[in-house]
């Protein structure tokens, strides 16, 4: 039996993550997620391990290159959320969430673009942690008219 169809006869998410450790363990990663982090990773691969497993290494080197990216906190990003240049109350009928991004009123005294991009990023990573919109995915809707920074 390959590895692909061994990662997919497992049943439950117990079952999953459990699994998903033993391999964490023996490629010597050194972190600490919780249960519902490590679901996200499987459930973008559509419940084969071993994919998640890379996925998992390709985040694992991508916070080692950006650490900004991995240290993202609610108060990091504070500003910017307080600004409202994101929302993400809907879903479509189908469950795809939805966020807008409404940077018409951008100003660069308050936030960079920068600060924006990190605020997008914290945003996306609350909204893909949510299980639904790990099945349903999320699609964003850009709205930049009449946006230019300040000079």
């Known amino acids: 039996?390959?590895?692909?169809?061994?990662?997919?006869i497992l049943f439950n998410d117990n079952e999953l993550i459990s699994y998903f450790r033993v391999l964490i363990k023996?490629?010597?990663?050194?972190?600490?997620?919780?249960?519902?982090l490590l679901m996200c990773f499987i459930h973008a691969r559509k419940g084969d391990?071993?994919?998640?497993?890379?996925?998992?290494?390709?985040?694992?080197?991508?916070?080692?290159q950006y650490p900004k990216l991995a240290q993202l906190c609610p108060l990091r990003v504070k500003h910017v959320l307080?600004?409202?240049f994101f929302a993400s109350p809907h879903r479509e009928q189908n469950g795809c969430r939805i966020l807008l991004i409404n940077l018409r009123k951008w100003d660069l005294r308050i936030c960079s673009l920068e600060d924006i991009f990190l605020a997008l990023v914290f945003?996306?990573?609350?909204?893909?942690?949510?299980?639904e919109?790990?099945?349903?995915?999320?699609?964003?809707?850009?709205?930049?008219?009449?946006?230019?920074?300040?000079?």
């Open 26 to 36: 023996e490629s010597n990663i050194d972190l600490s997620m919780s249960d519902e």
């Open 49 to 64: 391990v071993h994919r998640a497993m890379k996925l998992l290494n390709n985040y694992v080197r991508m916070t080692k």
């Open 1 to 8: 039996m390959n590895n692909n169809a061994k990662s997919r």
């Open 123 to 131: 945003c996306f990573q609350r909204l893909v942690s949510e299980l």
């Open 133 to 151: 919109t790990q099945t349903n995915v999320v699609l964003s809707r850009p709205m930049f008219r009449n946006c230019s920074p300040p000079r």
């Open 82 to 84: 307080d600004s409202h």
